[in-house]
């Protein structure tokens, strides 16, 4: 069955940097987008950056947009998000999401993800 499995979640200062990594299993990972969301409690889930497996090309939301970069190593089955310049409106759960049956050009951000990984908590304070 599909697995992911997140890890590099901590505490971070403002201004810092993490890298998330997501561990993929139980599917053929090159023809899955991929992508992480996030979550602060009482909030909605946000979509925040995605690879689509139709066009090759690295979406992300306006609130990450030049500070995140997604990126996934086929050979490994992980994709990771590099998250730089962390604010504290940064804080929250992070999750991995993929999907097999998304197959339209343009952005993945948001598609409605069969599966999920647990999640990793990333929490930017000083």
């Known amino acids: 069955q599909v697995q992911l499995v997140e890890s590099g979640g901590g505490l971070v200062q403002p201004g810092g940097s993490l890298r998330l990594s997501c561990a993929a299993s139980?599917?053929?990972?090159?023809?899955?987008?991929i992508g992480w969301f996030r979550q602060v409690p009482g909030k909605e889930r946000e979509g925040i950056a995605c690879?689509?497996?139709?066009?090759?090309?690295?979406y992300y939301a306006d609130s990450v947009k030049g500070r995140f970069t997604i990126s996934r190593d086929n050979a490994k089955n992980t994709v990771y998000l590099q998250m730089d310049n962390l604010k504290p409106e940064d804080t929250a759960v992070y999750y991995c999401?993929?999907?097999?049956?998304?197959?339209?050009?343009?952005?993945?951000?948001?598609?409605?993800?069969?599966?999920w990984g647990q999640g990793t908590q990333v929490t930017v304070s000083s």
């Open positions: 999401v993929t999907d097999g049956a998304f197959n339209r050009f343009g952005t993945c951000v948001n598609y409605d993800y069969d599966y």
């Open positions: 139980g599917f053929f990972f090159d023809d899955y987008t």
């Open positions: 690879i689509s497996a139709i066009d090759g090309s690295a």
